[in-house]
């Protein structure tokens, strides 16, 4: 069964850093697509960065490119989001997804079909 959970959200300032973790188990994540998604209340959950460890490939929504960076440490079955230089409007809560699929970075949620819990960031001004 595979199970992700996250951590690593809070509150912090405009301006701060939060690092994301997405801790994997049942899976390998070199066969999957990973993706970290948000979600503000009265908006649709949108894509903000996911990869495809199997090939090198990520990509980033271009409202947190220059700022979040996406990695994996495979000896942990973890994916990290590291976010910096957090704005207001990054105020969501964040879920990391899986597919099973391997060279290819999905960014369309429906096309996950495993979810974390979430985790809350909230950027104050």
């Known amino acids: 069964e595979v199970q992700l959970v996250e951590s690593g959200g809070g509150l912090v300032q405009a301006g701060g850093s939060l690092r994301l973790s997405c801790a994997g188990s049942g899976f390998t994540v070199d066969d999957y697509s990973i993706g970290w998604f948000r979600q503000a209340p009265g908006k649709e959950r949108e894509a903000v960065s996911c990869?495809?460890?199997?090939?090198?490939?990520?990509y980033y929504a271009d409202s947190v490119k220059g700022r979040f960076t996406i990695s994996s440490d495979n000896a942990k079955n973890t994916v990290y989001l590291q976010m910096n230089n957090l704005k207001p409007e990054d105020t969501a809560v964040y879920f990391c997804?899986?597919?099973?699929?391997?060279?290819?970075?999905?960014?369309?949620?429906?096309?996950?079909?495993?979810w974390g819990q979430g985790t809350q960031v909230t950027v104050s001004t």
């Open positions: 990869m495809s460890n199997s090939d090198n490939s990520t």
């Open positions: 997804a899986a597919v099973r699929v391997r060279h290819v970075t999905v960014v369309v949620p429906y096309l996950y079909d495993n």
